[in-house]
């Protein structure tokens, strides 16, 4: 039986970079769930007849709150939602159901790499027919649904059986819950030379993945054990649980310290990679050697031949602006096309449907083509397997081969947390302010060539986005800042940093950098806004 629930509105149900997330004990309140997705299906029209995926990282309160979206769904009349096994469902595998079953829909539950537990972050992500997360424009119309709503629509009956795979209806919806690793698997054996990868792990090549203990183990023993036939025991942290084993999902240098420290040990196997809770990130490691996520997107735009789906050419490459620009220079030395979009991966989705570009990736450990309007963990994981099996080069060996070739980019990037989100605001307004007055004036030995806001128009529908602040300085070496849009505590003041060297390539690059982010600390004022005196994290 559907009934109707009265509801009163929540103040903080806007949309960040990658959905909405907020901190578990807040999304617990009474009807905050119900709120945001009848507040999602009234903006977009409602949801009668449509068909949607739905799924998560299994995160703390993704049990309850699947069950909620399932009786929503069918009170406000879906035709059919498509269910990962147990409510799981990777964020990358879910923008592929969506596009392979050319579904209306589809929402992931999931804060990504922020940690879970009762005390964690909780997300949701809501992806539109394309496949790629909803645009701002859509995500402005749900938030002034949130603040307005009045009431929601749910059936009152048991929670769903979502053990087993099969079909079952409740009211007139039907519910299929599928296999969340099949269709994926299928997907990626189409891309990558899956006979190469076998070949490599034959010959003695030693690997780890670390899942993490988020939503990619199960997809993970599959793949890389079980069909590529990597040993036993190669994934780590497989089993998903709701609060990540107490670890902070998040692959880099510091929240995957323990792989890293393996990684630079005696023991350390030929070859490591981690993804995130959704596993949509990813990080990549050789023996004693770490790859940056912006020389990662170079480095596999550089070897896109080496990949049977890519073999007859790639159309461009995109990042963000904030990510590094060692892949400007493979783009101009291949004649494909080039993009620089603000953060979030909804904005490449654009260029990818129009075939602008095949591949994109962000600085903050995502890589991805266009196979699905997501960032892929595991896909870039197979891609790096495929190159090293093609090659038969190491991790460090097709690195510094990039190197060679085009430069190498000194890259981190350095966040500051926790800050009052007024103040951060005024920081940057100030630092905008400013910009101009630098130009032609030297820091620390750099001198600032140009320095402007970033403000993106996107070539398919025009629409103009304005996202961080760039400090260009001769010789190649840039500083980018901007306020994140996924923390859930205070503001993320995040300064991108990068210096371009043609014949060095065995700095540190944390020594390297220090004395740019002495400028960026002079430029925007950090410490006289925030009273810090170095960043909260690295990586
Ligand atoms: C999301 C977005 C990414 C973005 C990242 C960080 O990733 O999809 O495009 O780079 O957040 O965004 P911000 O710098 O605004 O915090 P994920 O993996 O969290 O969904």
Redesign the pocket.
Known sequence: MSKTVETTPFQNQKM????IRQKVQIVKQKNYIENFIQSLFNAIGGVEGQSFVLGGDGRYLNDIAIQTIIKMAAANGMKKLIIGQNGMLS?PASSHILLKYHLDGGLTLSA???PGGENGDFGI?YATNSGG?CSSAISERIYQQTKQITSYKIEDVEDIDLSKIGTQKLGNMEIEVIDPVKDYLFMMEEIFDFEAIKKLFQSGFTFVFDAMNAVTGPYAIQIFEEVLGAPKGSVHQAVPMPDFGGLHPDPNLKYAKHLVDLMYSDHAPDFAAAN?G?G??NMILGKKFFVSPSDSLAILTDNYHFIPAYKNGISGVAK?A?TSTAVKRVAENLHINYFEVP????NFCNLMDSNRITFCG???F?TGSSHIRE?DGIWAVLFWLNIIAATGKSVEQITRDFWKKYGRTYYLRYDFDGIDTAVADQMMRDLENNLTSFVGQTFNGYTVKEAYPFVYKDPVDGLETKNGLLVYFDGGARICF?L????TNGA?L?VYIESYDQNDFDKNSEHELQNLLQVAFKLAKITEFTGKTQPDLTT
């Open positions: 960040g970079t990658a959905g964020t990504s790499h922020n992500k997360q995130d959704d949509d990130r963000s904030a953060t979030g991966w909804k962000e600085e903050s995502g960032k901007r994140s849009g996924t923390g993320t995040r």
